[in-house]
């Protein structure tokens, strides 16, 4: 039960959130209440009079209620919430207008207003809405105010909302007597004082008095718990006993609460919380919810996001050219968590995920201090980071560069692509660790990646293969920190003669030679042989070689006529037999031993490949192409 302790605490921590914002994304309920859409709002008096009614717009419809357990997960039966609710419960002249006989509805409603209004937790709206209540003439009332619609006296079927008119869930606001506060609706569903008078009452009448297994005393203990806690609609429920023929605790025990009891209000607070916290930071992975929280409320790194959205945002604007230049950045971003966690801050990851229609299992569990927290979330984003070119500028068109981490679920398409739901989900399961826990990562999963980056005509745009380039970048970058202790620079290394690195940088520059001259002949968009050979060239690096040099003849060829009969005024598009040079300093640096090995080459190459490419970006180094770059960006754009 330490869970429900957890998010209980959470829960006392934060009571300054509750209903706070109706607008919010996630709005923290107070203890026996919940949440509906309204469809029409009736302002009464003080006095219990109709004094107008309005149909609610779908964006202002979202309305806190007091419920009880019965209500809160009714189906079919005679489950009445204590003060809003549907017509068929609130209208004493339903009958009437619809020909569906209510009257049973209609009298535990109102017995419920009674005696909530007779007890010493009753107050004015109470009152003033049981008076109303009485008077039986709701429907009547909306009819005349035009908010409904009837023929021949009887409710036609039109909808409000998307919501049949006789269906419509009604929530009131009180008009206060007094002359300056004339037309100032005290909205009902807003009212705190009266949220804590409707806790206070139902919590009194809670007479089944039982060790609470998690605050260790004896009261008044629940067997309903709540539903809802993933989203609106999801019915099953973490605690749960009332299976009493499956054979659930049978043979064990004789009764449910012999299993485990909560007490009421530490359950409501404990679901209440997960439920807030679930719709405010948790992510979904297919039916499985994943939610990362501080006990005491404080903000902490998100765990699903890169590196770019869950600590720089808007302010990785500046050119990061090294690592040590995005380790200072990196640290400077997380000073200020660091700084608002306390020094016993503890961190909870906990994962749901419904086993069967109404059971919801926790898939995993995991509390540790902040200070744990941020070293391992800082050891993530410091090793798994690469120069991505895969997010888009904003308004403007193209695609902006960032360095970072990338997201689980990023690196889990990377690998293994995206129609598979069920791996995606098992996949970022398994990378969690890498970020909470500063487990190494799987090995399976950074080969995957290399595997799909290095077939490039397995993708469908160029746009993918780019990004899984850059995401398997960054897996290789921190696969080799993790078992070999190599910490390898995302800026090209032309001292670096690793064999696999030197290669990957040949395939790089052949390819970029290639697409340079079919650019300006015209051809832009046709694969070049370095793409057409990838596969190839990874298994048997020296003989796909000669294949590929072979084919890079005629575009050498191409370059250097070009460079000759260049206007020598023309400085738009500089020297074309630079790249032609560089293609062969980087040959030069493979010896005619490591030529002649037939050893495929390790993930390494993809680096060597990808720094390569990306040198081409600076503008210093080739010459000024600038029509060449700003082409590349309209093809991405257009992808």
């Not at 009819?143 to 036609?156: F, I, R, Y």
């Not at 888009?392 to 990023?410: I, L, N, T």
Request: some cysteine; glycine content about 8%; proline content about 2%.
């Amino acid at each position: 039960m330490s869970w429900v302790n957890d998010l209980y605490i959470t829960y006392e921590n934060n009571e300054d959130e509750v209903a706070k914002d109706l607008s919010a994304k996630a709005i923290l309920l107070p203890v026996a209440h919940s949440t509906q859409n309204a469809q029409i709002e009736i302002v009464v008096s003080e006095e219990g009079e109709f004094v107008r009614a309005h149909r609610v717009d779908k964006g202002d419809a979202i309305t806190i209620i007091p419920v009880t357990e019965d209500s809160a997960s009714r189906g079919n039966g005679n489950n009445p919430h204590y003060l809003e609710d549907k017509l068929e419960y609130i209208a004493g002249d339903y009958e009437k207008y619809t020909g569906t006989n209510n009257t049973d509805k209609y009298c535990k409603y109102l017995s419920f207003l009674h005696k909530w209004n007779n007890s010493e937790y009753g107050c004015m709206p109470v009152s003033a809405i049981t008076n109303y209540i009485e008077k039986a003439s709701v429907i009547n009332d909306l009819v005349q105010a035009k908010v409904l619609e009837e023929v021949d006296g009887k409710l036609t079927d039109n909808k409000i909302e998307g919501i049949a008119q006789k269906e419509a869930f009604v929530r009131f606001s009180i008009q206060p007597a007094s002359a300056e506060k004339l037309g100032q609706e005290e909205a009902v569903y807003k009212n705190k004082e009266l949220f804590k008078a409707f806790t206070k009452y139902y919590v009194s009448q809670q007479g089944d008095i039982d060790l609470c297994y998690v605050s260790g005393k004896m009261i008044p203990c629940s067997t309903k718990h709540p539903s809802k806690i993933r989203h609106s609609g999801d019915k099953s429920k973490l605690i749960s006993a009332n299976d009493t023929a499956g054979y659930t605790y049978r043979g064990r025990f004789s009764e449910s609460s012999q299993v485990a009891s909560v007490g009421y209000e530490i359950s409501q607070k404990a679901h209440n919380a997960l439920r807030w916290l679930i719709g405010k930071q948790g992510f979904s992975l297919g039916e499985m919810v994943v939610v990362a929280w501080e006990i005491s409320g404080k903000k902490i790194v998100s765990i699903k996001d890169d590196t770019d959205d869950c600590l720089f945002g808007d302010e990785n604007e500046e050119v990061i050219t090294t690592n040590d230049m995005y380790a200072q950045k990196l640290r400077l971003a997380a000073s200020g968590y660091k700084q608002d966690l306390a020094t016993n801050a503890e961190i909870v990851i906990m994962g749901l995920e419904a086993a069967t229609t109404g059971r919801l299992s926790i898939s995993f569990y995991k509390k540790m201090m902040g200070s744990t927290f941020m070293h391992n979330i800082l050891h993530w984003h410091g090793t798994c980071f690469w120069r991505h070119y895969y997010k888009k500028k904003g308004e403007e068109k193209g695609y902006r560069c960032f360095v970072g981490a990338p997201s689980p679920k990023d690196i889990a398409v990377a690998a293994f692509g995206g129609r598979n739901d069920k791996l995606i989900k098992a996949t970022v399961e398994r990378i969690l660790p890498c970020i909470v826990d500063g487990k190494r990562i799987p090995k399976d999963i950074v080969k995957a990646a290399v595997t799909r980056a290095s077939n490039p005509n397995g993708f469908e745009t160029g746009y993918d293969y780019k990004k899984t380039v850059s995401i398997a970048c960054a897996l290789v970058r921190k696969s080799r920190e993790d078992y070999k202790g190599e910490e390898w620079e995302m800026a090209l290394d032309r001292t670096n003669t690793d064999r696999s690195y030197v290669y990957g940088r040949l395939l790089g520059a052949a390819q970029k030679l290639e697409e340079i001259a079919l650019f300006y002949s015209g051809e832009k968009g046709r694969s070049t042989a370095a793409e057409r050979f990838s596969q190839q060239f990874v298994r048997r690096p020296g003989k796909t070689w000669k294949i590929i040099n072979d084919q890079l003849r005629p575009y050498i060829a191409k370059l250097k006529a070009m460079d000759k009969n260049k206007d020598e005024n023309d400085v738009k598009t500089g020297s074309k037999t630079w790249y032609i040079k560089e293609l062969q300093e980087i040959y030069e640096l493979i010896s005619e031993e490591d030529f002649k090995k037939q050893e495929p080459l390790s993930e390494v190459y993809l680096l060597g490949y990808n720094c390569q490419l990306n040198s081409y970006n600076k503008k210093e180094e080739i010459g000024g192409h600038d029509s060449m770059e700003e082409s590349n960006e309209e093809e991405k754009g257009n992808e």
